[in-house]
């Protein structure tokens, strides 16, 4: 089932910096997906430990492992504290994170992720809560979409883009991803036109799934979720996210304002395990191409705050 819904990528030096050690204590998956990293983690756990995975798709369901030491949460991780809280959950020894669209998710046309398959213009990671991108194309301004493009996508001229798209709203309903890609052809650069297609796709699904913030979440929750020693390790798919994730796990914060205390000694909740991002090898992007842009950042929680938490 796994092989099929999504193909894990960088899934050995995922498990090899999570530093599973004796396998015991509690672990955290914040993306189940097909399961790939949550089956590997569960070899590496032994008897007594535990695994918790989140995973806000409906879809992911079916992949669910039968293992005593398993738990599903059908939740967006950015309520694992709350969760994990109220299960009697203190710490955890790793958290595991890797983001994006799964590769079902980008397979099937109904969830209006692919550029490939025309599809209802859906978008939503849990498609049975919030509103639809087709929904939220229907009722924002040119304005509002000028600034999700121009923040989400790091598209040129948004505000071009952003009138064309309402432009052509007020003739013709914008329901499915060929409707978007029709307009949109009318004004992408010669020989760049997928890129560009892709940007704007972006933009919308991080608009519509709140993706960032959540991102913003689950980092701040790790602050208080790992203890001392333990893992974080996070595998982004563009600039926004993993400049988040480089940005916090160096400093404690999204800005990048690094503090010192007066020997010179920087005061953050993480430091960094790996000074660049690791990236997949060219076997395995031949192998599974989404990988490509798969940036794996890893830090591990220090001393710092843990007494004042």
Not at 33 to 60: C, M, W, Y
Not at 182 to 196: C, D, H, T, V
Request: glycine residues 8%.
């Amino acid at each position: 089932m796994e092989q099929a819904y999504h193909v894990p990528v960088l899934l050995d030096s995922s498990i090899e910096h999570l530093n599973l050690g004796d396998g015991s204590g509690t672990w955290m998956d914040a993306t189940f997906g097909g399961g790939g990293h949550s089956r590997t983690i569960l070899k590496n756990l032994n008897s007594e430990g535990i695994l918790v995975s989140f995973d806000q798709d409906p879809d992911a369901v079916k992949n669910t492992i039968n293992d005593d030491r398993f738990t599903l949460v059908e939740a967006n991780f950015r309520y694992a504290k709350q969760f994990l809280s109220l299960n009697g959950v203190k710490k955890t020894k790793g958290i595991l994170a890797d983001l994006g669209v799964s590769s079902h998710q980008f397979d099937t046309a109904d969830r209006g992720f692919s550029l490939r398959m025309d599809g209802p213009l859906d978008m939503r990671m849990n498609h049975e809560s919030g509103i639809s991108a087709a929904d939220y194309l229907s009722d924002c301004t040119w304005e509002e979409l000028m600034v999700v493009l121009r923040m989400y996508g790091e598209v040129k001229r948004p505000d071009r883009v952003a009138r064309a798209i309402v432009s052509a709203r007020d003739n013709r309903p914008i329901t499915t991803t060929g409707d978007l890609v029709n307009i949109l052809s009318k004004m992408a650069p010669g020989g760049r036109e997928n890129k560009f297609y892709a940007q704007i796709f972006q933009a919308l699904r991080i608009e519509i799934n709140d993706e960032l913030s959540a991102l913003r979440d689950l980092l701040e929750q790790a602050t208080d979720l790992l203890e001392q020693g333990g893992r974080l390790v996070v595998i982004s798919y563009h600039s926004l996210e993993d400049r988040l994730v480089k940005h916090f796990m160096r400093s404690g914060n999204f800005e990048d304002e690094i503090d010192q205390d007066i020997k010179g000694r920087v005061l953050s909740p993480f430091k960094p395990v790996v000074r660049k991002a690791i990236c997949a090898s060219a076997e395995e992007v031949l192998l599974n191409p989404r990988a490509r842009s798969a940036r794996l950042r890893v830090a591990e929680r220090t001393e710092f705050l843990l007494k004042s938490c």
